[in-house]
């Protein structure tokens, strides 16, 4: 079984720029996952859709962060301006449904560098 | 907040058995026992998950104590590949807020020859 792809691997900009990264889930799951991870710290909840609806966005900076899964499947998460405090790496991961029987199973995530 | 307890550093030799213990005593009685571990620039990878009784697969056995307030995760064979953070996690029971893992700061397991 194919795991969570995300694309770019690495990806560097400057403060006030805008970048994107996408994530292609396990096939069939409907639950998807972004989290955050800055350095020496753990993964943290950015956003989870289930299909292309959302169910937890409450730790999501939405004054510059957005993200949509327009048909359930693929997902792209945007930062527009970017801060140097968002130099971190984000996953995405996927589960088959959002109970908490089911595990997440998670990509190996978008390195992004902030100059 | 994490709701688990996690030494912060681990050393087992290599071949032998690795237990990495996670405190949870504020547990409720529908919240699950997750595991997971982070090899240096990799995403985190699933290992086991459980409710009340032990657990076994192919890559590790998880023990609960009958009272729910902790658990050890047991690397029969630790092997140099072993060497990663180690995340215990509570998760939690309700649909809506079923899909949020709460990442603590895990234990550094460092497997030596």
């Known amino acids: 079984e194919a795991g969570v792809a995300q694309s770019p691997r690495y990806k560097i900009i400057e403060k006030r720029q805008s970048v994107a990264f996408w994530c292609n889930p396990i096939s069939g799951h409907a639950t998807l996952y972004w989290y955050q991870q800055i350095l020496g710290q753990g993964p943290k909840l950015l956003i989870q859709f289930q299909n292309n609806g959302v169910v937890d966005d409450s730790q999501l900076p939405k004054d510059r962060f957005s993200a949509e899964r327009l048909k359930g499947v693929d997902s792209t998460l945007k930062i527009q301006p970017a801060k140097l405090e968002d130099s971190a790496v984000y996953l995405c991961?996927?589960?088959?449904?959002?109970?908490?029987?089911?595990?997440?199973?998670f990509g190996d995530g978008t390195r992004l560098s902030i100059l | 907040d994490a709701k688990t307890t996690q030494p912060p550093s681990m050393d087992c030799a290599e071949g032998r058995a690795a237990n990495l213990p996670c405190n949870h005593s504020t547990i409720s009685g529908n919240e699950y026992v997750y595991w997971y571990r982070q090899i240096h620039s990799q995403g985190p990878q699933y290992i086991i998950h459980g409710l009340k009784n032990n657990e076994t697969n192919e890559m590790a056995s998880l023990i609960i104590t009958e009272d729910r307030k902790s658990s050890t995760l047991i690397l029969p064979h630790a092997t140099l590949r072993d060497t990663a953070v180690y995340y215990c996690i509570v998760r939690f029971l309700i649909y809506n807020q079923g899909g949020k893992l709460i990442f603590g700061q895990g234990t550094e397991l460092s497997v030596k020859p």
């Open positions: 991961a996927s589960s088959l449904e959002g109970t908490a029987n089911q595990p997440q199973h």
